[in-house]
């Protein structure tokens, strides 16, 4: 009896696993492997996520725009903060540049007025780039050619590199500028480039230079060597020595193309932030040169240039058929070209 209770108390307690199927535990093993797969794939989105928005934020501290505060709000279109490819603006980065354009006509005294621009250590003007054909060849290269002036990578001599607040160029009317007027004007409205016009009221002078300089040219009495601007008296003098003869009969022609041409690009830039300057206005008054810096916006100081003026004194004494100027010109509104209009 006591073994059958024995017995009994056994068989109660001892349960036999009923058998499962191999197929529902690999099941559940796959399914829990998922489950976990996803859980941790989705820990690591959210830091991968989390180090981006992180990253993203730090750069934006960085590159934080620069702002002008003490600048009226209708010169704003005027100021940039250029990123140049070729080198770093470092401290200077936030400090801001303008962008300006000399447009002038050969023999105006561009040359000479780009030296006393380049002579302040803010500004830095860069030449006649146009010269060159193959960049005013469309308007697609002096587009792009402009682009690197303005954004600091076009590097000459005159270049301040970092340290600029005043950038731009010198160009002629008859280098692309007044065939593409249309798009040059939209382009400077765009950027915001302000226009230099530099002309001279006697346009008979600026004859005299022409001839003189083409006569150059071909004769190169300094040892050979051509030169558009010397720096000596001594290599003046010998320049000055040439007087050429003049064509009277084409001479009201020419005087008056050159007048229209003048005209129409001060016509075609009305609309452009711009300044009108005339060489003898400089040459007699040199408080002009006060107001070309405060257009700019750059501190004011004492230009200064090496340059040394080839043609004194008066017309009469540089050319050879002036007997003939003279009639040709007396009674024609050209007359006020025949008196001497500055002094050196």
Not at 94 to 123: D, K, M
Not at 133 to 141: D, L, M, P, Y
Not at 228 to 249: D, F, G, M, R
Request: glycine share 4%; with cysteine.
């Amino acid at each position: 009896m006591g073994d059958d209770l024995c017995f009994f108390t056994r068989e109660s307690f001892i349960i036999k696993p009923p058998k499962k199927n191999p197929l529902v535990l690999r099941m559940v093993v796959l399914i829990f492997a998922m489950i976990c797969g996803i859980y941790i794939c989705s820990v690591c989105l959210r830091q991968i996520g989390g180090q981006s928005n992180l990253s993203s934020l730090t750069i934006q501290v960085v590159e934080r725009p620069c702002e002008a505060t003490d600048i009226e709000p209708s010169e704003k279109p005027f100021v940039h903060y250029p990123k140049p490819r070729t080198f770093s603006r470092e401290e200077c980065a936030c400090n801001p540049v303008r962008y300006f354009a000399i447009l002038s006509t050969q023999r105006s005294g561009s040359g000479w007025f780009e030296t006393l621009l380049n002579s302040h250590i803010n500004i830095s003007s860069n030449g006649e780039i146009f010269s060159v054909k193959v960049r005013r060849s469309n308007i697609s290269t002096i587009v792009e050619t402009l682009d690197n002036v303005y954004n600091l990578d076009w590097l000459t001599s005159a270049s301040k590199n970092e340290c600029t607040a005043a950038v731009g160029l010198k160009w002629m009317l008859n280098q692309g500028l007044m065939q593409h007027h249309e798009e040059i004007v939209e382009y400077f409205k765009t950027k915001g480039v302000s226009a230099i016009f530099l002309f001279r009221r006697n346009l008979l002078r600026r004859m005299v230079s022409i001839l003189a300089n083409s006569y150059d040219q071909k004769a190169k009495p300094l040892n050979g060597t051509h030169k558009s601007h010397v720096h000596s008296t001594h290599e003046a003098e010998i320049l000055a020595k040439y007087k050429p003869t003049i064509n009277t009969t084409l001479l009201i022609p020419d005087l008056k193309q050159v007048e229209d041409l003048v005209t129409k690009s001060l016509q075609y830039f009305k609309s452009t932030r711009h300044i009108i300057l005339y060489y003898e206005d400089i040459i007699n008054n040199r408080t002009k040169l006060v107001d070309v810096q405060d257009f700019l916006k750059v501190p004011r100081r004492d230009l200064k240039t090496r340059q040394v003026k080839i043609h004194k004194g008066p017309l009469s004494s540089q050319v050879e058929n002036w007997d003939d100027i003279t009639k040709t010109l007396n009674g024609t509104h050209y007359e006020s070209f025949l008196q001497e209009d500055y002094k050196i």
